[in-house]
Nanobody, 130 residues
Framework: QLQLVESGGGLVQPGGSLRLSCAAS????????IGWFRQAPGKEREGVAC????????YYADSVVGRFAISTDNAKNTAYLQMNGLKPEDTAVYYC???????????????????????WGQGTQVTVSS
């Protein structure tokens, strides 16, 4: 059974850092592009960062460029989202996603058209507050 399980969320002060993890089971990250989406209360779900398993190319939403970094460790079958310089507006539930590489969809559309995603995790809450 294919699963994505996020962890690492929590409460952090503005300016702080968190690293989210996404453990994949039932499939290999070698064959999937990985993305992180988030949804704040009252707002639409948006793509934050995506990475290609084909060439390692990445896409970041403008709001997180220079602060967030997406990566994968295929040996551990785990993806990460390193978040630095957190702001209150980063408060949201963060979701790990996967998209089959054979579909030949690059990271930008994967991150900007959420209907393209094949699989979703259950989400982890990130709260940025003093």
């Amino acid at each position: 059974q294919l699963q994505l399980v996020e962890s690492g969320g929590g409460l952090v002060q503005p300016g702080g850092s968190l690293r989210l993890s996404c453990a994949a089971s039932g499939f290999s990250l070698d064959y999937y592009n990985i993305g992180w989406f988030r949804q704040a209360p009252g707002k639409e779900r948006e793509g934050v960062a995506c990475i290609s398993s084909n060439d390692g190319s990445t896409y970041y939403a403008d709001s997180v460029v220079g602060r967030f970094a997406i990566s994968t460790d295929n040996a551990k079958n785990t993806a990460y989202l390193q978040m630095n310089g957190l702001k209150p507006e980063d408060t949201a539930v963060y979701y790990c996603t996967a998209l089959k590489r054979v579909r030949n969809i690059t990271v930008r559309p994967m991150c900007t058209v959420r209907e393209l995603v094949d699989y979703w995790g259950q989400g982890t809450q990130v709260t940025v507050s003093s």
